[in-house]
Structures are given as C-alpha cells and as structure tokens.
C-alpha cells in the first residue's frame, strides 16, 4: 500500500482535542498528556473549532499556543492531525459580514450562532477562509509533529440539507446552470417545463426549490442538489488549495456516513485519505446485528471511495449526547466496535473527545477523559486496553487492506432523484434498499465494495444496483459491456427509469435487451395486500413494490421465481438472461430478507466470490478479510454472549501467534485477528 | 332532462390532454389520435395549464397550435372542452407583478411557482385573466369541436386552504364586512368582541385571522372563510363573463370532494353544469364499502348542486402519484369506479391524463398511455373495454337522472363553524359524521341528496341534520314548517347551539317546540368511558358525544331509546315528536353504526322511501337508480369476490337486453346496468 | 394566621365576573345578582380583560358602569376582587404602537390579537399600564366592596414560553448580563463559548436564544431563561406599585400550575397572598388517582410559596374547552375536588367563569350559569350545594392551615437546566420525577412542602432532591449543615453535575463527604434493557436513567439496595450514610413507583413524620391535615365507588358535629371534613 501519511506510517489511536478550552488550567494539559500515554493515544485532532483563538479579532492571529502544544505532543511521542478552523465563525465575523451567514429556504438570514453555518458562496467568508488557512499553513504546515491537514469540519453538518439560498447562492446556482445547459430551451425541455406552464423565459427566473415557491419540479430539485454538493466541494478545493500554499502535507476531511447533501464520489478525488466520524446506535435494538451491518456499510463505503484504507477520524469511546436514550457500550463493545472499523479498512481508531468539555452542547458527549475520577473508569481502562492492543497489532495491519470481488452501486444521483418522486409510494428508502443488499454478504463474511455510476465496473464479478431507478448517460453501455465480458449483474424494479434529468426513458427500457423482460406497471401495495413470490421451491413474502414484468418470447429470459397471488399471480419475479460471458439477473420486487439471502448465496456460489468462512459462521458473527502484507482475518462476534464456531482452517493468532483451529469460543464481543497459516 | 350540453348530448369519454408537452414530437401527437380511437375516447380537455404556451411573452398570444390540436381531433370526431389557462401562472408574470402571488398567513409572499397560488383580488391578476380568456374565446370560442368551458383548475387547490393574506385581501375584507356590518358596533356584538378587550374602534384594525394574530375570535374565522369562499367564487365568476363575450358555450369548473374552503352551493347557480374531480382511495381498507361509500357520497353532492347530472371531469385509469401508498386497481374496478360515477348522475367518464408526462410532478400519475408499451398494457385494454361499453349504453343513460326522496343536510358555514369551536371536543369531523349517516342509505339501496340550509326542503320525505351546530336566520322555522306539512326530521346532539355569527343562541333551542326536549350538558368521553343505549331491546354503543337531555314534560316526545349507565343513565337518546302532519326525531348522542342502520331502517319504511332492492341487498352490494327516459337500476359490487344476489324482480340488460331476474352471481367488482321490465 | 383580606376574612366563593359583555342586557345583570346569592357566591372577580371599556380610547376612561357593578354587589353582601385590565391589550394601542407587541423567536413582531401578548420591556406598554392601573387605583381602590387586587392575569401565558425576543428586549438582556457578569471574560468562561468558537468580543454580539441562531449554549439558554422570569416579575412589580399608589389593599396575581418560564418563589416576596388557577385533567385516566396527586402537588405548591394559605383564583364548575375531550365531573366530584384544594391550603373555590360568554373562543368552557336553562342545572346545583357547605365550615377552617414536616426541592432554575441538557436522554421530565417522589406521601396522608435550593431547610425532618442537577451557590453547604443538625437528607442521581451557570462541577460530586459514593458513568437504558435492584428482600424494576456508583471505602456509606443484572450487577442503587445528627441517603437510578413507596414509608417511620392515618388509607383515599384554630383532618375519596376504611381514632364532623369512629363508609368522591375530638 501507498503511504499516505509517510511522516507515520502505523495505526493512529487517538481523537479530538481541544486544549483552548483550558488553556487557563495548565495543570489539564499537564495531565492530559500523562494520560494520552497511559492511553497509547499517538494521534491527536487539533484546531477543529478554534478560529476565535486563532484570530480573535480580525485580522489578528495567535499561533503561540496551538504551536506550544503541538511541540508539547510531539515531545511526547503524539502526532498532530491540524484542521482548519471553518467548522465554525468567530462572533466578530458573523457579526460585521451579515453575507457570510446562511439563509434558509424561507429567506430568512440565520442569526450567528452554531456551527457549519457558512455561505459556501460568499466572497468574504471565502477571502477570511483563505487568509486563516494561509497563515495556519504558513506558521504550522511544516511543523515535524503534524502529519496530515484535516479540511474543516463535517462539511454540510448544519442539521438540515446543507444548503443555503441566499441571493449570492442563487446567481451561482444560475451561472451553474447556464454552464451547464447553455440555452433555457435546453433547461426548459430538460426539467419539461411545459407542464404546468413552468417554462422560463429568462435566467433570473430561476430560484432555488423552497416550500413557498418551486418545489415539484424534480429536475429543478435534482440540478439544486448537484449544485449544492458542487458548491461545498469547490469550497473544500479552495481550502485544500489554501493550506498547501506552505505545506506539502496529505489532506483529508471527516465525513458522514452516506452523508445525502453530498456526492462523496465526487471529493474522493481532491483528497489523499478518506476520513469520516462512526456513531452507530449500538444497543438501540434487540441484538447488535443490524446496527452492526450498517455500520460495516458505511466503513466499507468509505474504503470505495479510493479503494483504500481509511481513517475513522471520529467515535465514541462510550456514549454520545444527541441521541433520544444514550446508552453506554457493554463492556468488550468498544473494542469490537473499533476494530471493525480497522476490519473493514481504516487504519486508526479516533474519538470524539479527548476529554469533556466542560460546558456548552457536548459536554455530556463520551470522552476518554471525564468531568471525575480521571483515570479511574471503565472508560478510560477499555481504551488503554484497545490502545496496547493496537500497538501490537499495527506493523502486521498497517500494509494490508480489503479487496472485495463483489460490489454494490450506490450513486448519489440516483438517490437525490429517486427519493425526491412522487410515486409509486412514499419513502422509497434507498439507504434500507441498498442495507438489505448488502447484509447477505455480511452473513457470508464476504467484504463488498460500493460503485456508483460513473465507476469502472470491471474486475468486479458480481455487481448488484438495487433500486436504480436514475441511468446516467453511458451507464446501460457500461452494464452491457460488463456482463457480455463475464460479469453477473443483478436488476431490481424501479430501474432505469429516467434519464440524468429525471425525465422517463420512453418506449423501452435501457437494459431491455440484456434482462429480455418487459415491465408493464408498478404495484405499490399496502401492508394488507400480502403477496409471495415461489422460488427453489420454497415461499417469500413480498414488499411494497412489486413490477409486474413479462419476459420477452424469444429473448431467452427464464423465470426462477413468480409472484404467487392476486392478479400478476404467476408473472416473473426473478429472472436470468445469459449475455455474451456473463448473466444478468432482474428482481421485480421487494422481498423479505430470507429471499435476499437465498439469491445471494446461490449468486455468490455462482460466481465464486464466498470466502473460506462462508457458510460456517453463526448467527451475529462476520469476517472482513485484509490481504496484502498477509491474508488476515478479523473474525467478530456481534452477540452479547459466548458463541461457539468452527474455524474453516489453522490459523494464527496476530497477537500472540497463538494457534488456533477447528472449534473455539468466542466471548461476547469478542475480536479476533487471525493471519493465514 | 334539459340538454346543457347541446352539441354534444352523449355520455363523455375521454380526459385531460396535454399536447403542448409533446409539440416537438409530432408522431406522439398522431399516435393520441389512432390510440384514442381505439379507446373510444369522444372528448379532451385542453389547455389547462397552457397559458405559458398561449401567452409565452406578455401580451404576445399564440392560438394556432391548440387551434391545429382542436381541428384535428374534430376531424376524428374527439370533442373539446377548452380551458382557461389560470390554473397556473407563467414565469414572466410571477417574475413581473409580485403582487399576482398569494401571501401566506405569516405575511410572507410566495415565490412563483406551483399552480393555483395566485391572488384572488390581485387587480392585475384580473386584468391578465380577462385578457388572456377574452383572446380565447374570441379565438376559439365559437369552434364546432369545442362543446364546453373548462373555467380554469381546482380552484383552491394551492394544498392549504385557498386563501392569501395580502394588504388587497385585507383591504377587500374589510369592504366586505363593511358592507355586511355597516357599523363597528354591529361587527363587535356579532363577534363579541367584549370578550378580551378585543372591540375594534376602527375598520382598518381588522385583519384575517392568522397564527400570530389573532386566530380565536370564532366569528372574525367564519366571516373570513366566507369571504375567501365568494373573493374565489367571484373571480371565477369574472372568468366566465370574459369567455362569455365571445362564446355562447355552456361552462363548468372542476371542483373537488367537498373541498372545504369552497362553498360549492353558492358557486353551482353560475355554472351551466356540475364538474369534479374524483380520486377515491381503492385498497386502502381491508375492502372497498367505505371508500365506495364516500365515493357515492361525493357524486351524490355533485349531483345535488344542481339537482342534475353532472360530469366526472377526472379520475384515474389506474394510480394517483401523491398517496403514501398508490395501489393499482385491480382488474374490473376501473370499470365499476367508473360506472359508479354514472350510476349517482355523471354523464361523462373523465381521466386526468390521457398520457403521462415525461418529467415533473405528475410524471408517475396514472394514465391511459404510458411511458413504455404503448397499447400493450392491462390499463389501456381496460379503458378500451369501458369505451365500448359506454357507446352502447349512452343513449339509455343520457335522458335519465337520480331523484331522491331523503336529504342529509351538508351545509360549509356549519362545516367551517363547528370544526373551528374550542370544546366540547377536538375535531368534530364533521364530513364523518355526514357519513355515518348516509352509510345506511347507500347499504339499503337508496339514493340521497344533499342539501344546505338555503334549500328547499320540500319534496323530501326524510331529512336528517347530523351535527348540525349553527341555523342560519329563518332555518328554524323552515324546519318547522317542513315537518308541519309531513316531512320527518332527524336533529341530532350539538345542533342549533350558534346563529349565522357564531352566537350562541340563548334560553331555548330554536328547535324546543318540535323536539320537545331540553339539552343540559354535553358529554365529551374518553375512550375508556364507555357507555350504550338500549333501542327496541337491543343494546348499541355510544361515542365520544352524548348530549344529556331531558323530555319536556307534556310537550309529546317519545323516548325512543336511552342510555343505559352513568350518571345520565336512563335519560333520552332518541326521541319523536309528532308535529302537524309530520315526526321530528332527536338523537342525542354519537352511536356505532349498526345502531344507525337500525335507525333508518325504520325511517325508511315509515316513510316510504325504500326501493325494491332495500333488503335484498349482500354485503358490498348497492343499487343506483335513475330514472327518466327509462327506470334503470345500478347493481354495483364493490366486493373483489363473485356475489350471489336475488333480484326483486324481472330486468333487461341495458347493454343486450338479455332478460335477468331471481338469483344471479355478480362478478368480482361488476356493475350491472339493468332496465325495469 | 395572620390576616391578609382583613375586609372579609372568611372562605370565598364566587370567580371571575364579565359583566361587560351584557352591559347592553341589563336583565342579565339583574339575574346575576339573584342567581349569586342562590349558590351562596359571595366573592366576584372583575375587570379582567376590561381594559378596551374602561378606557375604549387612548386617555379616555370610563370608570362609571364598574363602579355601579361593584356598588350593587356589595349592596347584596357580594365582594369584589379587581383586577388591572393588562391580560389583553385594546386594538387601539396594539394599531398604533407596535412595539407593545411581542416578537417571536424568528424575529417576527406579533400582530395585534389574543391575550397575554405584551411585550414586558416595552416602555410604552409600561406607562400605557401605569396610567390606567393609576386610574383604576385612584377611582376604586377604596371602595368598600373590594378586598383584594389581582395584578394582571395568567402572567406569561401567552401559549408559547412567554418570551419576547423584541430589540428592546435583546437590550435589556444585555444590561442584564452586564449586571450580572461585569465583564466578557466572566460571561465566556461561564458560558464555556471556547467551545465552538463561541467567544463574544462585544456585549452587542449577545442575542436571546432562537432556532435560526444559538441555541445550544446552555448557559445563555438559562440566563435568557433567568432574565424572562425576572422581567416578567419586574413588571408585575411595577403594576403593584401603580394600584398602591392610591390604594393600600392587598395583591395577588393568578399562578398557573408549575408554570415553567415563570419562577414563582421569585415573584412570592412580592404578592400579599399567592393565587393560582386550577383545571385538573380529572376522568382523563382509568381512575382518579394520578391527577389528583398532580393536583395536589400544585396546591402545596402554592401553599409553600409563603407557606401560608393561598386562594384558588379559578377552577371550572364543570368542564374546561381546550382538552383534546372536554367530559363532565361525575356528580360529587366538583364538591371533592373543590374542598381537595381547601384541604391542602386554600381559602377559596374561585370559578372560571360565572356565566359562559356568548360568543368567542371561551363560549364552551364551563361556567356556573349556562346559555340556558337558567338555575335548572346540576352544575348550578352543584356549585349552591358547595356554597351553602363552605358557608357552614368557613369559621373553622379558616383559621388554620397545613404545616408540613417534609419537603421537596423543586427549583425552577434546576428544571430550565436539566430539561436543556443534551444527554444522557432526551425529556428528562422534571415534574414527573418530581411527582413520582410526591405521590408516596399523598398515599400515606402526609402532606409535604415544596422549598427551592435558597429556602431554608431547618424545620423538615426529611428532604428530598429529585433529579437536582445544577446546585446553586452555597447549596452543597446548606445540605451538609442540615444533615449534620440531624436531618434526613435524599439525594438522586443526575444531582450535584452543574454549577449555576451550567458548567459541569470538576474533579468531585459536591455531596461527595456527605454521601460517601462515587459516581462513574450514567447508563441511559432502553426499554429492552430491563434491570432491576434488589430491597428489602424484594426485587424491583428500575426505570432508563442508572448511574453506575462506588461506594468509597472506608467513607461509612452502606448498600441498603443493589443492581440485580447487566454489566452493574451489584453496584450499589441504594445507600445511606449517618452524618453529624443526621442521615443522607443516595439513590442511583430511576424505579417503579413500587420502590418509592417502600423507600418512603421507612423514612416515614424512621423520621417520625407518619400521621395517624399513615398506613390505614386505602387505595384512593388520601387526608390533608390543616392545623392552627383546631386540628382538621380532610379525609377524601377519589374512587368513583364507596370506600371502607377504619378511623385511626374519634372524630367530629365539622358541619354538624356528629362523631365518627371505627369503620365507616366514604360515599363515591365524598370529602369529610373531621375535627379532633
């Protein structure tokens, strides 16, 4: 693997700190650092937050004491991650440049106050950005202890939809579009305007969608949210720019599961790791499995992004503050939870916060370091735990990384539109569709990448794009091309629907020709409406939605599963079509979750993707397999119980070397890291 | 029956359509002609929605493409009904006259975009409106394809409650409360203002209600609603006067269920014919007799406005796009959904659309040609099928119409009344209750209409007022007189509680003398208070409302039935009273159904109003009757199962006179029409 | 007791009076009278809401028609209370001076409407009251009839928080805070702003709370909390002083509940007498018995404020308007629940409303004379039946009053803090934690005193701290001084985090020495995650907040109960430790109701706090004990059903005398009033 970080090439345990909160109390900092190494913490976050200490008054910087600090940690061993402070405005800009605030849909101009509450537009909050950037880079970018930028905060975080619609955001979005369809006759035929008299006869008509104004005109919706997300990352170029004019050091930024507002696929490219913050509801439910499989989704997302380890930039150490009922991890949980996340492809396991604040809206958020009893928690004694562990583990871990042969599409295109319709139903939940794709795989221990449209699909041999219903141009070519040359793809319903501008393919269906189905209309039932669908002689409950299909006489489709009731009873419901080399399946329906992982066990059989584990794990344990340096397996019990299984081979302990084979036990969640014999 | 609608006296087949999305795409427009054949399609609305096409550039007006569209669908014997374009504003004039957009309760003016958001007073609005419907008729007004006015779209229909806060609508308030009050001093008692200091020393303090306002003054609300009922009631007026210059036509606007902004009996006197629209909820219940109920409710209002057919001027071919859920209709319901529209008094069977359109908002709303498959689609073979049988039965149907001899009372000043009083409960659901009481017609066979206070009651043996809660001026007296000269009258709890300004009207019930009983309190029990009444030795279930009353001694009422625990327990629930040549009935309390359908079971022998199918009719099963040319009954199964029924007596098919009498089977959802022999 | 309405020291009976909207109706006057002395009212409420008759135009004042009002209720033995006409503003001033009117959170200025809507900084609205509440005092504050001032209504209840967010406001809590804090650097450090860039750099940067701005600073939340209850107080203040510049009577203002905006024990140093309005949710639950220990935790309230009998300015007669459903009291349950508040302090049974008004948003909620029927009512029988029984006991009860020896800390500081908190739950439901400690006591028939964290503790042999999170200055100290005096002291979990501006206390819990545990982590459990603690030898369930506690050794604490399971199995949920005299006992976690029972009844007997009718009262039954002139015992049954119990010894009645001993049977909602004998 390629060093990113070359001035620390190993695992980083470590988190947010934010010593301006105290830099009245010394003693704090003196303990925080005898802590950090009580700790194993080698990584630190900085300056995230910090702009009214860095510049106080404009046009006034103070760099002494996040230097002294930095120097401080780096005496002591602890590398510096060094943000830019963007994440939130100083009161004395928020107050003299009304422009730098954002304005909601309503029009209404947000009063200071909060966080992620810039204008990604206005000039000035670009010109101060560049100005605190450039001196942070010029002051610190060449610091030994600092190893890697960390580009503002949780882009978009503001609580809503990330935007803003203030008069500079809508002569942008304006420009943007010109751009883009040069003439309004193109715009107007592109967002089919002639319904419902919506034609534009001038640019300056055009206004962002708002709840008191245009709000149902999808491609106006769909073209504001690509937008939106443009606009964030040029402002995220522009502060990468920024600090790289005195520094040579890799950037990255924190993200947000599959944060909606923004196309991760599209920054993935400005930056040199990807990075993002994990806080699953563990304990929300009855078992830890779905939250478990949810969360593998979101590390494993983020390992696509570059087809690379990752860093989880933030977690937990116990709780979190802003949940409705927020409660601690069992013992063992937070050990499990954050080698999953190293299972899955991130080389660092990093929370937030060091230590508690001690007033404001976080100061009930988990920490390493509590309000009391300073070292003497539970807490505190599982990190230092985890942080030995991790020192034992990093030189085998750090050179390895997953290497998926199945992959699922997940474009955020496609999930802007398809959860913007108006019909066949309400809440298409895309996120769920892609989740109850993706768990079969889990439970077969098979790691899965994700893909968007625009991805290259080949090397993949199993690609599944569930509830596609947005085809950018090129995409039917590209899956054709993929399955004639041996690839297995799997179509659901609801799939190449509309074009980029979400208008309706007519006549025919993109894939028409690979699938041999034709879809005749969609059924979206409700709850009282059961339905079945017979498949390798067993039966499955349908969902809501239900295409009723026909194959093609003579195209060569053949039925493997039919809806067995009402009045599409018999009509496919799962097809295959073999195509050049390959085969191309087409689900016509949701399922429950026993039909999933039916197909997707034959389809992984089919297709050779299953792993030595698979079909011997039981019943809330998975495995996620790094290769590279070794072929290791992280083997992770989810039950809060002991569970016995059968290892499919010898191995060694990573640890210790310990060998282990056929059956053992694993304690409640338990981790393990297994290197090939 | 008088012919409206002369050029063209058939029963109407055919829907919205909207060409000037496809103006670009000549062969879509000549495959609507050859597809709408095929459908016996006979009649399009156009041009709703069309004034960007009209009108693309202020006062720049361009006729010669729906003049083409018209030309050529007459040439294939398909009639117009032509539209006025207001059901949505262009850009340029959003864009040019802010004053055109509605403003919202919270004094915000809406952006443009949308439809049916402009301002009902707006002066320019008006001037735009003339223009625009003067070109149209001058233009097109005199066409020999073009049969009707189409006055605009859902008037209203913005998705909230119709109304715009603007300084005009403030201004035009207050002149139309200073034309009803003629003084202060008037408005403040019928009002009460006294009541928290709120007199009002000058008419410009007067504003319409809104939520950070005032919002409680109950009459300031109702004189509101009034006013925003005539303020659309007027403009639409206006509307016909200006197709009327150059136009002998008949016209009609589309209205929707009983759309409660609008007082739809005080708009039928200026149209030459009913319209609505009817979008009922099939599959939603676990079976189709409630939403068939309601359906028949809505036709049946839409048939009384007027006392006259009326058209169903949109429904869908198979789904709608804006429920949570949008199930299709199962196969042989479009047909009875339609046929049931004609068996209450619709002459016509209407789509919105004909063809979906390719993007926007309603892109996945149902209609008769699809995206894909052209004529290949269970929904086109349906409509196919419907057409046919229309044109056999037009000539039957046509002359003939509905008339009731029982009438529920449905009046929206008590509507818009007794839904705004704080207490004695929340949601006093009033159109529920409505319902409740005309269930047991529709389960017995009988056809109802409704009236309002202003109507006539004569001509109708029964007449029941559910939750009538506020008499206009001289409704009292009019019940008197109705039920002197033989009429039977049903009053129920919480009637006759408020005049015309929502006073309460003092002393005595304006009823005492005919119900000859004294209410003293209201009940409103919570759940878990239940409490029943004893009728003719059965025991039925309360509701949440039970009036305690007491029978005037030697005033004449019967107790019929009383409650039967409680503190009240033993006090009347139903009541009669003989009066002149007629019954008046009390009932005072919300019951379960069946006790209702035990209720007028007996009414409806006792005063004759049965029909020879009231008995004999299974479950899901009712009966429509019109009459005229010649006696035709409507046999309708609303259950998706085969139903065996006994006929009273010997019929003749409509369709093939094929002789039908003792027990049949009805099909799944089949509607039988048949002829008295 | 000391005499506080020395013109007519004896129980009232009577409510609110609005003669002015039947001015115009003078025989409605006239019945009123008669219709008073039938149900033995011998105390009105007037001028409530009068301010657009008394002075109809700006510096116009019309004081004649209240005077005759009041000179003719005196002439018939009836006394008035009268009341400065702020509750609502006339229209004149509201269209003429905006700034009286209230601007919301989002920054949008009220129109003119409703009630309870003046800004309280508003120097206009300030002299606009001065001048008539100057007018008022100076034409009426001697008359004989009246005896009691009643500064405005229902201060803040203007349905929202009572806040106005206005310029002049912004500025008045500014000077506030600088009062307050001195300088910015005090203010950052309390409000902890270096998190989040928050730092202020000039006073003028500080805002008020709102959603489109700060609102997650914890502590500007709660001083802008502070500073509405203190503005709100400073103009009550400011009324009081206006009426006694011509007039020496006493003052009272109207309380509601435990109004959250509003800290009560605040405003009490400044009323002659507290008063409060009282409605109940009675027949809202299965049974009775959880809102009548609601409601009496709301009397004693009031009667803690200046431990003093208190009046209850408004209660309903029948029903109220605004519950989602408005249902009758059973008959009995007036009379019970009317003497419930004599039995827990008041010297009054004060009715909203006498008559129902005719028209507006009050019409149906509940009065003593209704629309119609005249005097022929239950309500009115009720309510003379109640009259004639007050006049009976009025010279017993009088004189005495309740005298607890236990108390509650209720602080309304502490609620705005832990009800502000993000984490460890959302809703941390002050009062119901509150109640849960209440309803013991309410079950044993001991009444219990609320005092807030500055009252004086010496004098209880028991307080209790329910959920008190942020401990005010000096607190921790008062705590450990009465417990070493030989108190019972009880402390929760989640107590003891904050300091008074809400920063969390460092290092140690400040109850640290007295309770002799240490506290590590807070488990907020879901409801899946049953635990339960160990008591007595019983086992019961514990509820979602669980701390997770040390006893420090050798420190003397002792585990009186225990965790049962989870990852706590064992820690401690109970424990108590002897201090100085006294004994301070600390409770980890949330339980069933079951648990506080059992916890409470020993303390009852370990602090000799228990009555005679401690441990003898059966389910619904609870006493009141008011001492001074006699020692009165209420004895009050909430079962809709008799109810057997044993007398603890021999009793009096006090309407007749007749003695009472042994078994005796309560009829359904009977109160007995019983002297010792």
């Not at 009723?548 to 489709?557: F, L, N, Q, T």
């Not at 009402?566 to 085969?583: E, H």
């Amino acid at each position: 693997m390629r060093e990113i970080i070359n001035k620390y090439p190993r695992l980083l345990h470590g988190g947010d700190y934010n010593p301006e909160q105290w830099l009245d109390s010394p003693q704090v900092l003196e303990e925080d650092i005898r802590l950090m190494k009580e700790t194993r913490v080698n990584c630190v976050s900085l300056g995230i937050f910090s702009w009214a200490r860095l510049e106080p008054e404009e046009g006034e910087f103070h760099f002494g004491w996040i230097r002294r600090i930095i120097d401080k940690l780096y005496e002591n061993g602890i590398y510096t991650i060094l943000a830019t402070p963007t994440g939130a405005m100083p009161n004395w800009m928020t107050a003299k440049y009304e422009e730098v605030r954002q304005m909601s849909p309503e029009g209404v101009r947000n009063l200071p106050g909060r966080r992620h509450n810039f204008c990604y537009t206005s000039p000035i909050m670009r010109k101060k950005m560049k100005k605190i950037n450039h001196e942070l880079s010029r002051h610190l970018g060449d610091h030994p202890g600092v190893i890697l930028w960390h580009i503002s905060n949780e882009y978009g975080g503001n609580g809503s939809d990330a935007s803003c619609h203030c008069p500079q955001c809508q002569q942008a979005f304006r420009e943007w579009l010109k751009e883009k369809y040069k003439t309004l006759d193109n715009l107007n035929h592109a967002w089919w305007t002639a319904f419902w008299s919506h034609t534009y006869t001038d640019w300056s008509q055009i206004h962002s969608p708002v709840p008191n104004g245009e709000s149902r005109l999808h491609g106006l919706n769909l073209d504001w949210k690509r937008f939106v997300s443009h606009q964030i990352q040029d402002f995220c170029m522009e502060e990468i720019r920024a600090v790289l004019k005195y520094s040579v050091l890799p950037v990255t930024t924190n993200m947000m599961e599959y944060f909606k507002p923004l196309d991760y696929f599209r920054f993935a490219p400005q930056l040199s790791i990807i990075s993002w913050d994990n806080y699953p509801e563990w304990h929300s439910q009855k078992d830890e499995v779905n939250v478990a499989v949810r969360t593998a989704a979101w590390h494993s997302m983020m390992r696509s992004l570059k087809k690379a380890p990752f860093l989880m930039m933030e977690s937990t150490p116990s709780i979190v503050n802003w949940k409705a009922v927020n409660t601690q991890k069992r013992p063992g949980l937070h050990e499990l939870s954050s080698l999953q996340a190293v299972a899955c492809g991130s080389n660092s396991v990093q929370y937030f916060q060091w230590r508690k604040s001690r007033g404001s809206s976080e100061k009930f958020h988990g920490a390493v370091v509590d309000h009391r009893n300073g070292s003497n928690t539970r807490v505190f004694r599982e990190v230092s735990a985890l942080g030995s562990r991790m020192e034992q583990i990093s030189d085998t871990i750090y050179p390895t990384c997953n290497r998926p042969k199945a992959a699922i599409v997940f474009d955020w295109e496609n999930w802007w539109a398809v959860e913007d319709i108006e019909g066949p139903r309400k809440d298409m939940a895309y996120q769920d569709t892609i989740l109850a794709h993706f768990k079969p795989f889990w439970e077969m221990g098979i790691d899965v990448d994700f893909v968007n449209e625009d991805c290259d699909l080949q090397g993949y041999r199993l690609v599944a794009a569930p509830l596609n219903y947005l085809y950018k141009k090129g995409y039917a070519k590209k899956v054709k091309d993929y399955v004639e040359a041996g690839g297995c793809y799997v179509a659901t319903y609801f799939s190449g629907v509309v074009d980029e501008t979400d208008l309706c393919i007519l006549d025919r269906h993109p894939l028409e020709e690979l699938l041999g189905i034709r879809t005749e209309e969609m059924d979206a039932a409700p709850d009282h409406r059961v339905n079945s669908i017979g498949f390798e002689g067993k039966s499955y409950k349908t969902g809501c939605l239900r295409e009723i299909s026909h194959v093609i006489p003579g195209e060569g489709a053949e039925v493997l599963a039919s809806y067995e009731s009402d009045y599409y009873a018999g009509c496919p419901a799962l097809t295959r079509k073999s195509y050049g080399s390959g085969r191309a399946y087409y689900l016509a329906c949701e399922t429950e979750e026993a039909f999933l992982k039916a197909l997707y066990a034959g389809l992984a059989e089919e297709n050779g993707i299953g792993t030595e584990f698979t079909g011997r794990l039981p019943y809330g344990v998975t495995v996620s397999h790094r290769e590279g340096g070794q072929d290791l397996w992280f083997v992770q019990n989810f039950n809060e119980a002991e569970t016995q299984m059968e290892l499919p081979g010898t191995y060694a302990r990573v640890e210790d070397g310990m060998e282990l084979k056929g059956s053992i036990t694993l304690k409640p969640f338990e981790c393990l890291i297994l290197a090939a014999k």
